[in-house]
């Protein structure tokens, strides 16, 4: 069981689709590499409810390249709040490890399900944002961040997400962040949270049956689906920057909602309850 050429290629265009979008639009490409990867893994025969898991777990260790790599780049800026992010960053790794740990457990009907309507969620949330004033200071509350992390933490585990869509509008709404320490700080954090989903998804992977024959598979995360997308991600989320002010961004921004809207129903059903065969 291995992924074939067609899957190879699939995975490199996802990956500088994705990429490039990142660094454009400024948001994270889970929503499109999960149900891609989900899509492969069902096709070489791994069962639904394995797969979905796989492509969570595979999906939290492609976040940590990307997250680090735009760390480097605003921390050069001055714009993490170093505190901040190891305080939030440390609860919500054990948050994520917890979810992760706890999605293993799911159905994982239950978790395409979750996962639809957080994408639905984050979908009508970018068609509607409005860029928040923010005239306070940030809140320099440790136990106020813990608070708020544990929980992002623990989603970001069990639907095997970044968690920037949920700890940027927490940090700009609830802590009083300025939105580009938000954005910076949020990424740092997302170091932490994407290696504790890592390991959740890892060790409680291993003695899973139906993986033992994919090949450079560790527990739910295959190496191979993860070396291909951020090897291409990461790169192309640094062009994607650049190119930012030179594309009609507002235009892509609406495409890019509409791709995440159909990725939110695929992933809840409802075409196939419609009959509608896309």
Known sequence: MALTLPHIITLLATGIGVGFT???LGVGGCFIMTPIQYMIFTNIGIPSDVAIKLAFGTNLLVVL???????WRHNKKGAVWWKAAIVMGSCGLMGAFGGATLATYLPGQWLKIAFGVVVLAVGIRMLTARPPKIEHEPKDNPWLWVAWAVPVGIITGI???GGGVLMVPVMVLALKFKMHNAVATSLATMIFTSIGGVIGYII???SVPELKDLAYTIGYVNLTSWFLLAATSVGMAQLGAVMSHKLPAKQLRYIFIVIIFYVGLKMLGVFNWLGWPI
């Open 204 to 206: 409680n992977g291993l």
């Open 159 to 161: 639907i095997g997400i």
């Open 22 to 24: 990142s660094g454009l």
């Open 65 to 71: 390249p990307t997250a680090i790599s735009g760390t």
